[in-house]
């Protein structure tokens, strides 16, 4: 276990001082600064934290980060296997059981530096592949370093207004979005304001944008937002029991579509499409990434291992082998500065 002291960043805030650890999101509406974690299969870390002050995102150390070879990634589905499951994800939306679901899988590699420090990672990730909703938690006694580049908000709230930005439809450039990527979208956006409907007052929920094409380092995604305003009485438990996991990593039915992922993915997903971000209880504000472009040390095993996970969304319009592409697009980059082989100028070392 690193012997590193805790630690969150999130939009421009360093968080320090670690007073309290629990798995009970009621206490996200108590009091304090929080850092959260849940992971896709359910387990929530809360932890609160005693100072929180502005501090940017220091510049990357020389040495500081001692990431994989960029050949030592192993991936839980090879090309086979995840064309096979887009394959299946097919016959089960012919037979009526599902009209989208997302297929993940997660690489991982072995850490060549024992003691390695996700913050430094952080660094890196911050100057190769910046992103609206980066952040790190790192809390070593608790099993969770996580470093995230995530463009995507799972969850934003001030006051009682509560909002969503999921994202369906990936290219390189906007010319590569196909009829496809924009009714995929549409498809998420509906499940979202089903899940917010649940907690939200009847006719508050909201689509003020949809299907926005946003530019990202090295891709481009079409992005909507979905608002309301929670029911008196609705609190975190009640949000979390509504919305996790996020609709877009997941699908529609989402109850059809995790069933559909259980038996096609090889493992958990983690920290992977789940929730990382902070929630400010004193002021009533909050911002919830979902958790893609994240990067994970597990020490579970006799060797730290990082990992990381990337997936793709599969309707009936899905060619396999371009979903298994999009899901080498969506790493490349990020396995690239992971491991030391991307430089500031933009190009692959």
Known sequence: MSDLAPLARFDG?????????????????????????????????????SDVRREAV?????????????????????RDAYTAGVRRIREHIAAGDVYQANLCRVLSAPLPDSGADVDALTSLLARGNPAPYAGTIRLPGHGVEIA??????????????????????TGRTEDDLLEKDHAENVMIVDLVRNDLGRVCATGSVSVPDLCVVEKH???????STVRGRLTDGAGWPELFA?????GSVTGAPKSSALRIIAELEQGPRGPYCGAIGWVDADRGTASLAVGIRTFWIDRTGP?????????????WGSDPERE??????????????????????????
Do not use: N, Y
């Not at 298994?324 to 190009?347: I, Q």
């Open 58 to 78: 220091p510049a990357p150390v020389p040495g500081a980060w001692r990431g994989p070879a960029a050949g030592d990634w192993t991936s839980s589905l090879d």
């Open 303 to 315: 060797a730290p291992l990082l990992r990381f996970g990337t997936g793709a969304g599969i309707t």
């Open 242 to 246: 509504a919305a996790f996991p996020p």
């Open 324 to 349: 298994w592409d999009e899901t080498e697009l969506k790493a490349s980059r990020l396995l690239a500065v992971a491991s030391g082989m991307f430089e500031e100028t933009g190009r692959d070392a």
């Open 217 to 223: 380092p090295g891709l481009v995604h079409l992005v």
């Open 148 to 169: 995230t580049a995530s463009p995507e908000l799972f969850l934003r709230r001030d006051g009682r207004t509560v909002e969503s930005g999921p994202i369906k439809g």
């Open 13 to 49: 805030l360093i968080a320090s001082g670690l007073q309290d650890v629990t798995h009970d999101p009621a206490a996200l509406d108590s009091s304090g600064f929080w850092a959260v974690s849940a992971d896709f299969e359910g387990r929530i870390v809360c932890a609160r934290f």
